[in-house]
């Protein structure tokens, strides 16, 4: 019988390489948000060039409501070594993402649009730095 693989901890700072490896909520869900986040806009600051207008209110990131998503701002390859071109100036829903739950577990969206790219599911918790 297999033994189930050991979860791994990881505090804040593991987060950042944990994405890094990772990448594909970036291209897997539609990432819209208020208009004004833009710099269509003043004191906008998502490069506007790299969003697509919804409709009155709402923009998007370029590539990410096709059916298959990807944003234009990602580089890299999924689940190997990714980054966003845009980091500083990303928009509001990735800057909100919750990539853990309050209890620490995995936000299980992760692992659902991990399968939807044939990626292997992650073992993690995050567990504060004391
Ligand atoms: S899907 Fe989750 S683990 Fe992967 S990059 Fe996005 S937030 Fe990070
Ligand atoms: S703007 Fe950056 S963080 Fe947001 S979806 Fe695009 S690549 Fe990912």
């Given at each position: 019988m297999q033994s189930k693989p050991t979860t791994i901890c990881i505090d804040t700072a593991g987060v950042e390489a944990l994405c890094q490896s990772c990448g594909v909520c970036c291209s897997t869900f539609?990432?819209?948000?208020?208009?004004?986040?833009?710099?269509?806009?003043?004191?906008?600051?998502?490069?506007?060039?790299m969003t697509e207008q919804m409709n009155l209110y709402r923009a998007c990131m370029k590539?990410?409501?096709?059916?298959?998503p990807k944003c234009s701002a990602l580089t890299g390859t999924l689940g190997e070594s990714v980054s966003c071109s845009i980091y500083e100036n990303r928009p509001s829903p990735c800057r909100e993402y919750?990539?853990?739950?309050?209890?620490?577990?995995?936000?299980p969206r992760c692992n659902q649009a991990r399968a939807k790219h044939g990626l292997p599911p992650l073992d993690v918790r995050f567990v504060p730095a004391v």
């Open positions: 539609r990432i819209s948000f208020y208009w004004a986040e833009t710099t269509a806009a003043e004191g906008g600051y998502v490069p506007v060039e590539g990410t409501s096709q059916t298959n919750e990539v853990f739950m309050p209890d620490g577990s995995l936000n």
